[in-house]
Structures are given as structure tokens and as C-alpha cells.
């Protein structure tokens, strides 16, 4: 039986959300997906295509959720369907708190429009599928400050440096760590959350591209 995917991409064309989703369709496929792209968020309103959907994968900034469409998407996860993606496309999607329940996370602000900074692969997470393998690597771009769940289970982190008097600096005294890429469980569910992707650019970088798709592919549902 083949499998579904879904791409649900919209909202603020900074994040440029059709041709960021574009980059990993081609692996979808490659990976067995059927894969079908959807502009419109009442998509989460279907239950039919939903129950049948085995990953969703969400690239939409600045949107807003009705509650039918928040109740679909976040029964249809719960009941299995995978879901997963990356940047402000999922953490500064939707001012909905059941939503970010679901999801594990929430931007705040990023210290700089961009800047270089390291990212670390955990190494007591050093084994897990998404990051097997993946030595930790430098990018530049927005270094998201995020409020997360403790139930998240962190794969990489960067490091926020103390506040300086760069506009929207972080306002504390010593070194913060901040999760990046994460995973975690909502029912029978899976999800993936990469805090890279703001641009083509950062998405292209061969270790961001890696562990993104492998993190799309881990969300997925197991094949039925």
C-alpha cells in the first residue's frame, strides 16, 4: 500500500513556503510517499483524508487556526498521523495553544536578523535516526528563541550568548542553551521540529537537508 503525504504550505511568503516544501518532495517520493500539497488549512478539517494521511508536513507563518481545523489536525495526530517540519512554518504558525501543546514549542524572537552559530548533536542522542552518524555544524542564519516542552526529546542544541547592545539581543547574563531539532510523541503520533529553515539556503546546507528529511521520514507513520 502506497503511503500519503500531505504538504500544508502558506501563510508569510518570507519563509517561502512553496519552494522550501519543494525541496523535500523529491525525497518523499523517493521514500514510497504519494504526495499530495495543500494551500488552504481547511485541509485539517477533513477527517477522511487525514485518517488516511501518514505524515503531514506544515511550512505556514503567521496563520490562524479555526477550532474545527485545530481539533482535525491535532485528533488526526493523536490518532497516528505523523507530522513534522521546520522554522517559523511551524513554531510561529498559529496563535492556537492547543496547537503548540501538540507541537511541543513556541518562537519568541531570534537575538539577530542573522548571525553564525554552532549547532551540537547531543551525544546522548548520538544513535537516534535522525542524527546517526551527522557531526555537529556551523550555520548562518536566525537563532531561534523558543519557549519548549520538557517532554520534547532534544536532538541538537545551539548556545544563546549573553545579551550586547546588538538590537533584539537576548536579555541574560550568562550562555542559554536552546534546543534546535527535537522530537516527541502526541498519542500515537509523531513529531519532528527543525528550528533551521528560514531560507532556500539554510535548507540546502547538506547536514540541515539530511537530518530534515530523515526527521520528515521519522514522523511518518510506520507502513500499514
Known amino acids: 500500500m502506497t503511503r500519503q503525504a500531505l504538504v500544508v504550505r502558506g501563510g508569510w511568503e518570507g519563509h517561502v513556503p512553496a519552494e522550501a516544501t519543494d525541496l523535500f518532495i523529491p525525497g518523499l517520493t523517493d521514500a514510497g510517499f504519494d504526495v ?9 478539517t477533513d477527517a477522511d483524508l487525514l485518517a488516511a494521511t501518514d505524515l503531514v508536513v506544515q511550512c505556514w507563518t503567521d496563520g490562524t487556526l479555526t477550532g474545527r481545523q485545530s481539533a482535525g489536525l491535532l485528533s488526526a495526530v493523536e490518532a ?3 507530522f513534522a517540519g ?5 513554531v510561529a504558525a498559529f496563535d492556537d495553544r492547543d496547537y503548540h501543546r501538540m507541537v511541543g514549542g513556541l518562537f519568541l524572537s531570534h537575538p539577530a536578523d542573522f548571525l553564525e552559530y554552532d549547532v551540537v548533536i547531543d551525544p546522548a542522542r548520538a544513535d537516534h535516526p535522525i542524527v546517526a552518524g551527522l557531526d555537529g555544524f556551523t550555520v548562518h542564519t536566525e537563532q531561534y528563541w523558543m519557549l519548549t ?9 545551539t548556545v544563546l550568548a549573553p545579551a550586547d547592545e546588538s538590537p533584539n539581543a537576548v536579555p541574560v547574563a550568562v550562555p542559554v542553551s536552546m534546543p534546535v531539532v527535537w522530537t516527541r510523541r502526541w498519542g500515537a503520533g509523531k513529531v519532528f521540529f527543525s528550528a533551521i529553515g528560514h531560507n532556500l539556503a539554510d535548507l540546502s546546507h547538506p547536514t540541515v537537508h539530511t537530518l530534515t528529511l530523515r526527521g520528515l521520514l521519522w514522523a511518518s507513520r510506520a507502513p500499514r
Open 149 to 157: 516542552d520538557s517532554l520534547n526529546e532534544v536532538l541538537a542544541t
Open 36 to 44: 499530495t500539497v495543500a494551500s488552504d488549512l481547511d485541509v485539517y
Open 80 to 82: 497516528g498521523t505523523g
Open 86 to 90: 521546520w522554522h517559523g512554518g511551524v
